[in-house]
């Protein structure tokens, strides 16, 4: 008698770590695609505020200056700006488990600079983004660390 109580919990503890390890399996997975997908959505809050305030700073003129604070999610990759015409372009290259994915946010007014991101963990950053006349008579903006 006490063996057939020892063999049947037996099977039910099998048929319940049966059922428990693949959903274990299935919930680590969805956790990390989750923790990818905040990461993407925390890289395209960066960028779009960080263009929203070089057009602000742009539109207010010259000698004017905003420090702000952003988020950078760890697996950003790189961070650049480049002026394209009479416009700039800020870009984060942010990995993904599908490969790197670009966001991209188009400023009305020539930019440049950088925020280094190689070999970060992530974290806060404080940047300082200003604006000055070129040799054109154009607003220029700039974007740099605040130290």
Avoid: C, H
């Amino acid at each position: 008698m006490k063996a057939q109580v020892s063999t049947e919990l037996l099977v039910i503890i099998g048929l319940i770590l049966l059922v428990f390890i693949p959903l274990l399996t299935l919930v680590y997975f969805k956790a990390n695609d989750s923790t990818q997908q905040i990461a993407s959505y925390q890289t395209e809050l960066a960028v779009f505020r960080i263009a929203y305030l070089a057009n602000s700073v742009g539109a207010l003129g010259t000698n004017t200056t905003v420090f702000t604070d952003i988020y950078i999610p760890q697996n950003v990759k790189a961070f650049t700006t480049k002026s394209t015409g009479s416009g700039g372009e800020i870009t984060m290259v942010v990995g993904t488990p599908q490969g790197s994915s670009e966001v991209v946010e188009v400023v009305k007014y020539p930019i440049e600079g950088t925020i280094p991101v190689s070999g970060t963990q992530g974290g806060w950053r404080k940047i300082k983004i200003s604006s000055s006349v070129n040799d054109n008579g154009m607003v220029r903006i700039k974007i740099e660390p605040a130290g």
